[in-house]
C-alpha cells in the first residue's frame, strides 16, 4: 500500500520532501512507464576558445573530410577527451 504524496507550496518544498522521503513509499515503480522525449535538445552555451590558426585549420579540413561541420568535430572532439578521462 503505497502512502498518498502531499500537496505542495512551492517547487523548494517538493525538493526538500523527496530529499528526505523515499519514493519507493510513494509510488509504485513496477507500473512505471519509461518517458520518451524526441525534441528534447541539450542546452548549449557559447563559450569564447582561442585555438592556433593552424589547428583551426586542420579541425576544418578534417571536418570538411568527414561532411560536418568543424565545431561539431570539435564538440566530439572534447567529449572524446571527456570519456577516456583525459588520460594524456
Known sequence: MQKPIPKFKNENEE???WA???SVDYVDWSKAERGVFP???PSTKS???RL??????EVRVLANKNDIPYQSL?????KEGIDR???I
Not at 52 to 57: A, D, G, H
Not at 74 to 78: N, S
Open 15 to 17: 525538493r526538500e520532501f
Open 20 to 22: 528526505a522521503h523515499d
Open 39 to 41: 525534441k528534447l535538445k
Open 47 to 49: 563559450i569564447s576558445l
Open 52 to 57: 592556433p590558426e593552424s589547428m583551426l585549420n
Open 74 to 78: 570539435i564538440k566530439l572532439f572534447i
Open 85 to 87: 578521462g583525459l588520460n
